[in-house]
């Protein structure tokens, strides 16, 4: 039992607690973030206004990649126009010059929407961390009624300020049904 | 935002100088008109589609509102009401009046023996011709009038009953509205704008002008909320989700804007022919005031490709911009500046004799007169309109309990 102290926090999760009304998860979560909490997760069976600002939760990467994605399109919309109207296959099309930008709108702006809507959907799964076959939480008691009529917040010991006791007790100042230690 | 001491917005009291200044100014361009003055017709005939053309927008979002019953609509519901209320259908149609009787200052089709002696308008006699042309343009004010009324009468008897069966009815009725709005509305700017260049057509000119309407109407709605943000009935309702909402939609209807005109150049350029180029030609940098190579209508259609697509574009995606109503009052008020010069473009040149005067000659000043004139006469009624119904609709809760819970 020499090992008690690093084994916890090593072989610790998360601390979760479940609510059973969206407004105890909504009060729990507002005062974790203004506790200084940064890694946690709500989980409910619905959507919840405001519930993603409550945990802190910022999604800023997706829209830049997104941006990215659809720069990236464009150009290789018009380039590849180019090349194939300037130098692989140059053709007279009612006297216009090869290069007529307008001809060229639709595919340059097909292309950023192609680029664009692929960058948004794939790094969103990447950004997730999707496909995840095994994850922690599903280890807390309870965890199925998630879908159900339950709500829960997990405080994760990956944050800096974790501490099992006093998340514990924090967590048990918003009146939870329960309160769980959940193996990693 | 505190919630202590927020005054009432009352645009009511807006309506008697604004009447008494349009009633006026309408009066001296109509004296200038019917004086002989030929070229004041085009600069009225510019002044009314530019209001016109906001409230055929605000027509249709109010039946698109109907339709899907959105959250970002019902925040300006009533501004959209007052801003195409029947009223306005009635006013714009008497402002229309002396077209209406006289349509030759500027149509020429309405002149018979030209329309038989030209090949082209020989053919489209059967649409271009008077009577047709007005029983066509008043019924179309009539119907819509009437439709306006219904769905303005229905929301208002919810307002003090609360029977939602009312707004079940109204979504069934707005399905089939919104497409009879898209045929009418399509007929409407044939007849008025489209046929101020009878050998020129465009199929796509119905949904442009539906969607360039659309985006000033909203845009104006948005100004208005955005700029009234402190004042009740728009503080209890505005939280950040809410106008990042109609801030997609205003991005949504600016990309439609360049997707429909791009779309129509992009035909006429690719087909090549004299007869449907003629519209750019006449818009294009080879029409100029003798010997003012630099005053020419090129100009304005590089302001527009800049102003009023990629500008607001670009500040749309970002969130900031439509989350802070600041920021959105000061986006949407350069799109409503961007429609001017749309709408300038689109009428003026059509105008006969204007498309060589350039787009800066002495003639603009009476332009803006007369949109000053239609538009103080315009705001009056919509002044009055908002007067005669709460400014937010007492029926539908949800944007209160959104805000509510937001918090």
């Known amino acids: ?184 | 935002m505190e919630e202590t001491q927020q005054k009432t917005l009352n645009l009511g009291k807006l309506a008697p100088g604004a009447g008494v200044l349009g009633l006026v100014g309408t009066l001296a361009c109509w004296g200038m008109m019917f004086s002989g003055n030929d070229k004041m017709w085009g600069s009225f005939m510019f002044g009314w589609y530019f209001w016109m053309s906001i409230t055929i927008g605000m027509f249709g979002i109010t039946i698109l509102h109907h339709a899907v019953r959105g959250q970002w609509s019902l925040a300006i519901l009533r501004l959209l009401e007052a801003g195409s209320g029947w009223k306005t259908f009635v006013i714009m149609g008497v402002l229309l009046s002396p077209v209406i009787l006289q349509p030759i200052h500027l149509y020429e089709w309405a002149d018979r023996a030209f329309t038989m002696a030209d090949p082209v308008l020989r053919r489209k006699e059967w649409f271009l011709n008077q009577p047709g042309w007005t029983i066509r343009v008043i019924a179309v004010l009539v119907l819509f009038a009437a439709l306006s009324a219904f769905f303005r009468h229905s929301t208002v008897r919810q307002d003090k009953n609360l029977n939602f069966k009312l707004e079940a009815g109204r979504s069934s009725w707005a399905g089939v509205s919104l497409v009879f709005f898209f045929l009418a509305s399509t007929l409407f700017v044939t007849d008025l704008v489209m046929s101020m260049e009878p050998h020129w057509s465009s199929t796509m000119y119905g949904p442009w002008q539906i969607i360039a309407g659309g985006g000033a109407a909203l845009a104006f709605c948005l100004l208005l909320q955005c700029t009234e943000a402190g004042k009740k009935p728009f503080s209890d309702i505005l939280r950040p989700q809410l106008t990042r909402d109609q801030g997609n939609m205003m991005f949504a209807l600016t990309m439609f804007w360049g997707y429909t005109t791009i779309s129509q150049f992009l035909i006429i350029w690719n087909g090549n022919i004299p007869e449907t180029t003629a519209y750019f030609a006449k818009r294009s940098s080879a029409m100029y005031p003798q010997g003012m190579e630099g005053n020419h209508w090129g100009i304005l259609g590089l302001l527009l490709i800049i102003g009023r697509f990629f500008i607001p574009f670009f500040l749309l995606i970002a969130p900031r911009s439509k989350t802070k109503v600041m920021n959105l009052a000061k986006i949407t008020g350069w799109i409503l500046v961007m429609h001017f010069f749309d709408m300038y473009m689109l009428v003026i040149p059509a105008v006969h004799g204007r498309a060589e005067m350039g787009p800066l000659s002495g003639q603009i000043f009476f332009d803006i007169l007369a949109c000053f004139s239609v538009g103080c006469l315009w705001l009056a009624t919509f002044a009055h309109q908002t007067k005669q119904a709460p400014l937010f609709p007492v029926y539908d809760t949800r944007l209160q309990e959104a805000k509510a819970h937001a918090h």
Not at chain 1, 18 to 47: I, V
């Open chain 1, 1 to 184: 039992m020499s090992h008690a102290v690093a084994e916890e926090t090593s072989t610790v999760y998360a601390i979760v607690a479940e609510f059973d009304t969206p407004e105890k998860l909504m009060s729990a979560a507002e005062s974790a973030r203004k506790a200084g909490f940064k890694k946690m997760d709500a989980y409910s069976p619905f959507p919840i206004h405001g519930l993603s600002e409550a945990i802190g939760f910022k999604d800023v990467k997706v829209p830049f990649l997104c941006f990215a994605g659809g720069l990236t399109g464009a150009l290789f919309g018009y380039t590849l126009q180019y090349y194939v109207h300037v130098f692989d296959y140059p053709m007279n099309v009612g006297g216009k010059p090869l290069v007529s930008l307008p001809s060229m709108i639709p595919v340059t702006y097909e292309a950023t929407i192609l680029f664009a809507g692929l960058t948004a959907f794939f790094s969103m799964i990447a950004l997730n961390r999707l496909p995840q076959p095994y994850h922690s939480i599903f280890n807390t008691p309870g965890f199925e009624r998630a879908t159900q009529d339950r709500f829960f917040l997990a405080i994760e010991a990956a944050d800096a300020h974790f501490d099992a006791e006093k998340v514990k007790r924090f967590l048990q100042d918003h009146e939870p049904i329960r309160v769980s230690e959940v193996e990693p």
